[in-house]
Nanobody
Framework: QVQLVESGGGLVQVGGSLRLSCAAS????????MGWYRQAPGKQRELVAA???????NYADSVKGRFTISRDGAKNTVYLQMNSLKPEDTAVYYC?????????????????WGQGTQVTVSS
């Protein structure tokens, strides 16, 4: 089993910054992709940013130039540095990881979600 634990959410004023962290733990063999999604009230969950194991990154157009995703492979941790925050960035942010595990002779690969962390940007 794999657990994703997020931290770093909170309340910030427009133009401010926050840094989210997500640490993966458990019977991890490999992590292929780690990313952040967000869901605002009444809206669908959307991809914010993702980083692939080779280092390639992908961002939603709405956050390009303001958010930066990074990953520490040794710690199985992904970070999301959010700058120049806007009210429309207000949402619950979820960590997601595409992980393979090898436990008691059984190989498995699937996506896992964190519990979510609230980010609120006040104007």
């Amino acid at each position: 089993q794999v657990q994703l634990v997020e931290s770093g959410g909170g309340l910030v004023q427009v133009g401010g910054s926050l840094r989210l962290s997500c640490a993966a733990s458990g019977s991890i063999s490999s992590i292929y992709v780690m990313g952040w999604y967000r869901q605002a009230p009444g809206k669908q969950r959307e991809l914010v940013a993702a980083v692939i194991s080779g280092g390639r990154t992908n961002y939603a157009d709405s956050v390009k130039g303001r958010f930066t995703i990074s990953r520490d492979g040794a710690k199985n941790t992904v970070y999301l540095q959010m700058n120049s925050l806007k009210p429309e960035d207000t949402a619950v942010y979820y960590c997601n990881a595409d992980v393979s595990t090898f436990n008691t002779g059984i190989y498995s690969r699937r996506g896992y979600w964190g519990q979510g962390t609230q980010v609120t940007v006040s104007s």
